[in-house]
């Protein structure tokens, strides 16, 4: 089992900057995925960024040159910093934790709402 916890949402105001975190509650031990994903009101999770085991990064076209994931192993922790946020960046923000056997985990997300 492992817990994930998500931390750092909340008001920012458009063209700002945010850092979310996602701390798990023990070492996590590879090859796996961790990931951030959002869901606005009314509308599906979707996948914001992800960072595998060796460091390789994806990120949605949306999010592309704003919002960096990076990835703390000692701290057993991942951050999204989110830089020149827009109101549709508006969303609860979850983190994932999956291993390619199919197990994984969710956090119980963190609000961020953009606005002036």
């Known amino acids: 089992q492992v817990q994930l916890v998500e931390s750092g949402g909340g008001l920012v105001q458009p063209g700002g900057s945010l850092r979310l975190s996602c701390a798990a509650s023990?070492?996590?031990?590879?090859?796996?995925?961790m990931g951030w994903y959002r869901q606005a009101p009314g509308k599906q999770r979707e996948l914001v960024a992800t960072?595998?085991?060796?460091?390789?990064?994806t990120y949605a076209d949306s999010v592309k040159g704003r919002f960096t994931i990076s990835r703390d192993n000692a701290k057993n922790t991942m951050y999204l910093q989110m830089n020149s946020p827009k109101p549709e960046d508006t969303a609860v923000y979850y983190c994932?934790?999956?291993?390619?056997?199919?197990?994984?985990?969710w956090g119980q997300g963190t609000q961020v709402t953009v606005s002036s």
């Open positions: 023990r070492t996590l031990f590879g090859p796996y995925t």
């Open positions: 960072i595998t085991t060796g460091g390789s990064t």
């Open positions: 994932k934790v999956a291993w390619t056997r199919g197990t994984a985990y």
